[in-house]
């Protein structure tokens, strides 16, 4: 069993800054990718950062140079860091992460979600 749990979920002003982390427990023996997803009411779940095995980095255009993925291996935990938050980026943030277990060689795991608010 594995469990993916975010945090760090808020209302923020706009341009505002959060830290969503997000921590993997369970029977783990590696994690591949780690990425971080969101979806908006009405909207579609969509990409917005996803970080490999070996650290190479990826970024919807919508927050590049504004979002920093980041990971910790020795704590299998994912962090989200934004800046100058914008009311389009209101959302239900996703932590999602491709993890080996004893049992199988790749699970597609994601997270309960955490709500980040920008009024406009």
């Known amino acids: 069993q594995v469990q993916l749990v975010e945090s760090g979920g808020d209302l923020v002003q706009t341009g505002g800054s959060l830290r969503l982390s997000c921590a993997a427990s369970?029977?783990?023996?590696?994690?591949?990718?780690m990425a971080w997803y969101r979806q908006a009411p009405g909207r579609q779940r969509e990409l917005v950062a996803r970080i490999s095995t070996y650290g190479a980095l990826t970024y919807a255009d919508s927050v590049k140079g504004r979002f920093t993925i980041s990971r910790d291996n020795a704590k299998n935990t994912l962090y989200l860091q934004m800046n100058s938050l914008k009311p389009e980026d209101t959302a239900v943030y996703y932590c999602?992460?491709?993890?080996?277990?004893?049992?199988?060689?790749?699970?597609?795991?994601w997270g309960q979600g955490t709500l980040v608010t920008v009024p406009s």
């Open positions: 369970g029977l783990i023996v590696s994690i591949n990718a």
């Open positions: 999602n992460a491709d993890i080996r277990t004893p049992y199988r060689k790749s699970l597609d795991a």
